[in-house]
Nanobody
């Protein structure tokens, strides 16, 4: 059974940092692309960052570029999202997702999803 389990969310003040983790299990993820999405109350789920599965090309949403960093530790089947200089508007439930080969910034093409981890940013 494939599982993606996010962790690392919590409450942080504006300007603070958090590191989210996504631990994957249940199959080989060689060649898989990884992405982080987020969903705030009343809003659609939106793409945050992604890493392609073969050439490891990385993409970021404009709203987080320069503040967030996606990385992967293949030996642990774990993907990270380092979030710095957090803003109130970054508050959301953050989800990791996986699909074959290439990152897409739409939710409909992903094979696997985690359950989400809550990030709250106080002003």
């Amino acid at each position: 059974q494939v599982q993606l389990v996010e962790s690392g969310g919590g409450l942080v003040q504006t300007g603070g940092s958090l590191r989210l983790s996504c631990a994957a299990s249940g199959r080989s993820f060689i060649g898989y692309a990884w992405a982080w999405f987020r969903q705030a109350p009343g809003k659609e789920r939106e793409f945050v960052a992604g890493m392609d599965g073969i050439q490891w090309r990385i993409t970021y949403a404009d709203s987080v570029r320069g503040r967030f960093t996606i990385s992967k530790e293949s030996a642990k089947n774990t993907v990270y999202l380092q979030m710095n200089s957090l803003k109130v508007e970054d508050a959301a439930v953050y989800y990791c997702a996986a699909r074959r080969t290439k990152v897409l910034n739409t939710t409909s093409q992903y094979d696997y999803w985690g359950q989400g981890t809550q990030v709250t940013v106080s002003s």
